[in-house]
């Protein structure tokens, strides 16, 4: 039939197009972030986008439920709001028969939802907590960015830095440094012509050696000041931090182990909760999106736009606290069940609880 094909189509390239929407603004603040930590040397530049690439699915997986969500209010309500709804009813279409229009859309964006939250997610996470436990194995002599100052532990170091990134040029590095007694503090000032990676078991490994330099030691609003020159000098040079590493472990588990580890580990029974929610939060927010997206032509399209975007998020933030319950072992992971339950009888409440109305014109 003409217009399932006409209904489905266009619910779903709205679904596509503000999921797009959102990626891009949400995945923009994601990149500043990432960016802001190459520039500070604390994750190396040309795996900014491979983090990101690997942090894109666990933003999908919420943003599709959403898109659909507010495809199917937009695209639906367009139809109340041109009076072609009630045409729809005239001819003895109701709810149920919109429903079979819209099953094929949904399925397709429930197994998209689906493949992200059950591989894709997770794999992601894996290969993000890969690079990330690479970054912290490498020293900060491997962030360092030349000719720029940046923090370096407690130490903020200026350089010039080889081709090969072995050496570095014009070395000048600032601590601030207590006193025994915690109460003065102490400006620390090093200066050398070049500076060396080395090892050093005394300083705990991995070392820079500076060489043909002076020590400057000053304290503020004193004119007091020692200065020490020197031909070589070693310093402990800290693990680079690495950056973005907010990912916890269980949720890079592969989902067949984490579906078995569920009985005995609540943190694994919550993200597998978690894993087959975002599955089920598709066809259930559908549902509601169907009464949600009935508006009065002279009320405008998007009256109840922002209520139902309430909702939505309700449903979003009661998952996740549901999630951190089962997580102290607070709650049953039937709670997940629940909390389905309810939006599922609210969405069949509002569809079939009162008369179908028509759209008045």
């Known amino acids: 039939m003409i217009i399932r094909r006409y209904i489905g189509s266009q619910v779903l390239f709205t679904t596509l197009a503000v999921a797009g929407l959102l990626t891009v603004i949400l995945m923009s603040g ?20 491979v983090v990101l690439w690997y942090r894109l699915p666990g933003f999908l997986e919420l943003i599709l439920p959403l898109g659909l969500f507010m495809g199917l209010l937009l695209v639906l309500g367009r139809l109340y709001l041109d009076n072609e ?15 079979r229009w819209l099953t094929p859309t949904v399925a397709l964006i429930t197994v998209m939802t689906a493949g992200l939250a059950v591989w894709w997610t997770p794999y992601g996470y894996a290969e993000a907590d890969r690079i990330s436990a690479e970054q912290k194995e490498r020293s900060a002599f491997d962030l360092i960015q030349p000719g720029r100052f940046q923090r370096v532990g407690d130490r903020m170091l200026y350089a010039d830095l080889s081709d090969d990134r072995t050496l570095l040029r014009d070395v000048l590095i ?30 705990g490994g991995a070392a820079i ?19 020490v020159r020197f031909d070589s000098y070693r310093m402990r040079m800290p693990q680079a931090d690495a950056g973005e590493r907010e990912v916890s472990t269980i949720k890079a588990v592969p989902t ?3 579906r078995a580890r569920a009985a005995g580990e609540p943190k694994a029974a919550a993200e597998w909760g978690w894993r087959w929610s975002v599955i089920c939060l598709v066809p259930v927010v559908s549902l509601l999106a169907l009464p949600l997206s009935r508006v009065n032509p002279r009320q405008g399209r998007y009256l109840k736009l922002l209520p139902a975007i309430v909702l939505y998020i309700s449903y979003v933030v009661l998952l996740v606290a549901v999630k951190n319950g089962v997580e102290k072992s607070e709650l049953s992971d039937y709670a997940f069940w629940g909390v389905h339950l309810i939006y599922l009888s609210l969405g069949l409440f509002l569809l079939y609880g009162r008369p179908f109305r028509r759209a008045r014109a």
């Not at 960016?35 to 900014?48: M, P, Q, R, T, Y």
């Not at 207590?178 to 050093?200: C, F």
């Not at 050696?209 to 200065?227: I, K």
Request: net charge negative; no cysteine.
């Open 209 to 227: 050696e500076l060489r043909n330099g002076e020590r400057w030691e000053v304290r503020p609003g004193e004119a007091d000041f020692q200065r």
């Open 30 to 49: 994601r990149l500043i972030q990432f960016f802001d930590n190459a520039a500070s040397g604390k994750i190396a530049v040309n795996l900014v986008t």
């Open 256 to 258: 067949p182990e984490l």
């Open 174 to 203: 600032l601590e601030s440094a207590k006193d025994k007694d915690g109460r003065g503090e102490r400006q620390i000032i090093l200066q050398a012509d070049e500076g060396l990676r080395v090892t050093d078991p005394r300083l």
């Open 85 to 99: 709804m009630a045409v729809l009813s005239a001819a003895g279409i109701g709810p149920g028969q919109h429903i």
